[in-house]
Nanobody, 122 residues
Framework: QVRLVESGGGLVHSGSSLRLSCAAS????????MGWFRQAPGKEREFVAV????????DYADSVKGRFTISIDNGKDTVFLQMNSLKPDDTAVYYC???????????????WGQGTQVTVSS
């Protein structure tokens, strides 16, 4: 089992930055690919970013590419999502997830956090 706890969400103005954190406990952190997903009100959950077990390979949704950066600190068993140039369309509950495969599909992730709210005002 892996337990994931997100933090760092909040209410910010358009153009601002936030850094989300996801602390993992349980099985070795380096055994999993880590992903960030988000769900806006009335919409389905969507892929945001993923990082490989090694921390070397990353992938991003087109809507966040160039603005968001995913990274990991294996020593602290934590994955981060640095979000810059935030837009109102980025408003959503953000979830981190862990899974055995480096993938964009949420069904490939076995463990999920409880989510953290990000609200971007215009």
């Amino acid at each position: 089992q892996v337990r994931l706890v997100e933090s760092g969400g909040g209410l910010v103005h358009s153009g601002s930055s936030l850094r989300l954190s996801c602390a993992a406990s349980g099985r070795p952190f380096s055994s999993y690919a880590m992903g960030w997903f988000r769900q806006a009100p009335g919409k389905e959950r969507e892929f945001v970013a993923v990082i490989s077990m090694s921390g070397i390979t990353t992938d991003y949704a087109d809507s966040v590419k160039g603005r968001f950066t995913i990274s990991i600190d294996n020593g602290k068993d934590t994955v981060f999502l640095q979000m810059n140039s935030l837009k109102p369309d980025d408003t959503a509950v953000y979830y981190c997830a862990a899974g055995p495969n480096y993938h964009r599909n949420e069904n490939m992730f076995h463990y999920w956090g409880q989510g953290t709210q990000v609200t971007v005002s215009s």
